[in-house]
């Protein structure tokens, strides 16, 4: 072997892990803006939509509709970014990416209230939000195609597994300094300023993503079509088309994910007139679970592909949802008994979360894979994610139905399951396609 060879041969290894945590980091960003957006819902919605008069469940519609409106720029940041990282290179774009979601993210813990500055307030905050809506929808094609391009043969699913594995850190790092703050601040304090805490903390989290990045190579795959090597470009159709079928392979975890992991605390304390502290504690179990699952579940799926797990995933949430609202509706039921079940919900999510990423970067060649599985994956999380918050309450609202979550996520989930019986079973075999 020659030196040049034993050098890239020690280098390889070297170079994924970089990929992996470089793209994991970003992510874990937005996720855990994500969480704490939603976790502080209720006090968001007091602050920023609930003029003198108005009641706190309309508040709280406003607060996830301007959520839901945020969801939608996440197609368009797919898109502008999707192109431009398929042009250029996925480095550059997700530099630039992660210094908007964390400026933005900050900016929301600066931000006057409706209090201070009238009906402005709720203007700013969703101005801010479609800030993150552009460059979380740049985030996620960049990412999973890093993490995917340079993922050893054989091990896409356990590599782009970390991208859903920072979804649950996120979450779950939201929800820790969410109830840290709500265990150490007077409830007053808490409405009043300390809810801007967590989301100052997003600075010194995007310098170090923006350090990890800024040491990142191109992926090899991409570097082999800007050298000029021969692929096939497939038509406007086929990408069309791939992209309807990602979005119908995603919408159970998205519609799931949403709803078991970011809109139960507002549930719970709006429905089930549970406190702030006992909604997080069973959020921060339910994340729990779907974390513990994901890993494995990407590994798995390396093993027997994406469509077994991902579709034993999907009508597991099938089986759940019901009881598993009952339970929790149930006031008479152990703790520990509906905090397993809410640990069985999340680690449901976890089995088709795990495998997704890789799944998606199997659906398109190199020089479309990061608009490719950027929009797919953000029009499904602009439709069931997006508008789960918004969609429940209001039904919510109107029918008096407490089971409408899970009649939510079973419809979802139904439809997903038939979309993934599509997949072939040994995609997870194959090389990316190029």
Not at 127 to 138: H, P
Not at 148 to 176: C, D, I, K, M
């Amino acid at each position: 072997m020659t030196a040049a060879a034993h050098d890239s041969q020690h280098l390889e290894p070297l170079r994924s892990r970089r990929a992996l945590v470089a793209g994991s980091v970003g992510n874990f960003i937005e996720w855990y803006e994500f969480g704490v957006y939603g976790y502080f819902a209720t006090i968001i919605a007091a602050n920023f939509f609930t003029p003198a008069g108005a009641g706190p469940l309309e508040g709280l519609v406003k607060t996830y509709a301007s959520f839901a409106l945020a969801f939608f720029f996440r197609p368009l940041g797919a898109a502008i970014f999707g192109r431009l990282g398929d042009r250029i290179g996925r480095r550059p774009l997700l530099i630039v990416v992660v210094l908007l979601m964390s400026g933005a993210t900050a900016l929301i813990g600066l931000l006057p209230t409706y209090a201070t500055l009238g009906a402005l307030a709720p203007w700013l905050l969703t101005f801010v939000r479609i800030l993150q809506g552009l460059s979380a929808g740049g985030e996620f094609g960049g990412a999973v195609s890093l993490m995917t391009e340079f993922a050893p043969r054989g091990r896409r699913g356990l590599y782009g597994s970390w991208q859903s594995f920072t979804v649950a850190l996120g979450l779950l790092g939201g929800a820790g300094a969410a109830a840290l703050l709500a265990t150490v601040l007077s409830e007053p304090d808490l409405k009043a300023w300390g809810w801007r805490i967590p989301f100052l903390l997003a600075l010194p989290l995007g310098a170090v993503a923006l350090w990890l990045r800024l040491r990142l190579e191109e992926t090899p795959t991409f570097r082999r079509v800007q050298a000029g090597e021969p692929v096939p470009k497939p038509s406007a159709g086929e990408v069309a088309r791939a992209i309807a079928l990602g979005v119908g392979r995603l919408m159970g975890w998205s519609a799931a994910g949403y709803t078991f992991l970011v809109v139960m605390p507002s549930y719970l304390q709006s429905a089930l007139n549970a406190t702030f502290q006992q909604a997080l504690i069973a959020t921060v179990v339910a994340n729990l679970g779907f974390a513990l699952a994901i890993i494995p579940a990407g590994a798995l799926s390396d093993r027997v592909g994406r469509r077994a797990v991902m579709t034993a995933g999907a009508l597991l949430v099938v089986a759940l949802a019901f009881p598993l609202l009952n339970l929790l509706q149930d006031p008479g039921a152990p703790a520990p008994v509906k905090g397993l079940a809410v640990l069985v919900a999340g680690a449901a999510v976890g089995l088709m979360a795990g495998p997704g990423p890789a799944m998606l970067a199997e659906m398109f060649p190199t020089t479309v894979r990061y608009t490719g599985l950027g929009l797919a994956y953000s029009l499904s999380n602009a439709v069931f994610s997006g508008c789960a918050g918004l969609i429940i309450t209001e039904l919510i609202k109107n029918t008096g139905d407490l089971d409408i979550p899970a009649y939510y996520v079973v419809v979802a989930c139904v439809l997903s399951a038939a979309a993934l019986l599509t997949l072939r079973g040994d995609d997870h075999r194959r090389d990316l396609r190029t």
